[in-house]
Structure formats: C-alpha cells, structure tokens
C-alpha cells in the first residue's frame, strides 16, 4: 500500500525551528520528486519547496534562505527543517509524491500533478 506520513509538526513561537519529516512506504522516493506543500484556513494549498531524485530543489520566494529541504533515500524519507518561523507560515503542510520530471519551472506548483499525498500535519507559529 502506498503511503506518505508526514510528522514533526506543532506548535512554536515566531523565530523557532521546526523539522518536518516525510516518511514513504509502498514506493522507492528515489524515483520520485518529492515536494511540500501547505494550507492555511481560507487559503489555497501552495507549493513551499521540492527535491527531485538528483538533489535539485527549489522554494516559495517566501521561505527561501529559511527553509532546506533534503532527502535520505536510505530511509525513504524528506525532510523540511524549517527555521526563522513567521505567523504566515501556520497551516497544514502537506508531502507529495511526483513520478516524472517538470515541463518548465512552475509547474512544481501545481497540486494536481502529483501522484501520492500525506494527510497533512500542523505548523502553528504565535507571534
């Protein structure tokens, strides 16, 4: 059964870290780009950042120089650390899985495009 879990998420004070994981099973991520996405209430789900299975990434002009992204293909996993947080970035965030490779820059963007989702797990950032 495929499957992506997502952990790592809470509650932290605007400034702190977070690591968010991304855990597969059913599938070899290696093969995959895998991207990271995120909501908030009243918001369309938006594209944070992705990791293609040759280490090439990319990020949201918003959290570029605070977020990285990186993989562990040993443990089938992605990670997000994500430090300097800001009340904006509250919301779900979301792992996605995509078997392919981009037709141009911005399509990463594009929830549709992706093959597997995780259930999502909470970023609260207080002010």
């Known amino acids: 059964q495929v499957q992506l879990v997502e952990s790592g998420g809470g509650l932290v004070q605007d400034g702190g870290s977070l690591r968010l994981s991304c855990a597969a099973s059913g599938f070899a991520m290696d093969y995959y780009v895998i991207a990271w996405f995120r909501q908030a209430p009243g918001k369309e789900r938006e594209g944070v950042s992705y990791?293609?299975?040759?280490?090439?990434?990319d990020y949201a002009d918003s959290v570029k120089g605070r977020f990285t992204v990186s993989r562990d293909n040993s443990k089938n996993t992605v990670s997000l650390q994500m430090d300097s947080l800001k009340p904006e970035d509250t919301g779900v965030y979301y792992c996605?899985?995509?078997?392919?490779?981009?037709?141009?820059?911005?399509?990463?963007?594009?929830?549709?495009?992706?093959?597997?989702w995780g259930q999502g797990t909470q970023v609260t950032v207080s002010s």
């Open positions: 990791i293609t299975s040759s280490d090439v990434t």
């Open positions: 996605a899985a995509f078997q392919g490779a981009f037709t141009n820059a911005a399509v990463w963007r594009t929830p549709g495009i992706y093959d597997y």
